[in-house]
């Protein structure tokens, strides 16, 4: 009963990590861009 509450955690863990991973990739990309475009602004 233990094992199969901690491997459901884990499902359910990695299943939300999944589900979030592609919105995290799009911030990261988006910040990266914007700092890139700040980056290449003439002083």
Known sequence: MFIHHVNGVDWLVITAF????PMFIEDAVQSHRTSL??????K
Do not use: D, G, M, Q
């Open 37 to 42: 475009s700040t980056a290449n602004w003439p």
């Open 18 to 21: 999944e589900e979030l991973k």
